[in-house]
């Protein structure tokens, strides 16, 4: 998973921006490219500072949907750490084997699922 945003540091406390990323989901075996709009919140005018980051959107690719990321960090100097949750909804499909007295065939299921999960972050700002 990778993201670059790009924006503004509005005041000390405030950032808004954009950007995309390309996310890699080993279980789904897919590919997709999230592009949202991005807002952090610093709580304090500091070298070191927590915040919260929220990034909301689409993506696009395997699994095309609702994409939004909420974390919470710590950023010090130009250096921030986050933990967080990553939000995917997509149609995904799982397959079946049926079998009958002349053969088998396989079904298809299509549903909404979340494909997100946990995240670490950490990186560097420019």
């Known amino acids: 998973m990778d993201n670059s945003a790009h924006g503004f540091q509005i005041n000390p406390y405030f950032y808004i921006g954009g950007g995309l990323g390309l996310h890699a989901y080993m279980d789904y075996e897919c590919l997709n490219i999230p592009i949202f709009s991005n807002v952090r919140v610093n709580f304090l005018n500091k ?13 696009i690719g395997d699994i095309p949907g609702f994409y939004s990321s909420l974390s919470i960090g710590c950023k010090i100097k130009k250096f921030n750490v986050s933990l967080g949750y990553t939000v995917q909804l997509g149609e995904v499909y799982d397959s079946y084997y049926v079998s009958g007295y002349y053969g088998g065939y396989y079904e298809y ?16 700002e420019f």
Do not use: Q, R
């Not at 500072?49 to 993506?59: E, F, I, Q």
């Not at 299509?110 to 990186?123: F, M, P, R, S, W």
């Open 47 to 59: 070298k070191a500072s927590p915040y919260v980051d929220c990034k909301l959107g689409v993506s």
């Open 109 to 124: 299921d299509y549903y909404i699922d979340n494909v997100g999960g946990l995240t670490l972050k950490a990186g560097f």
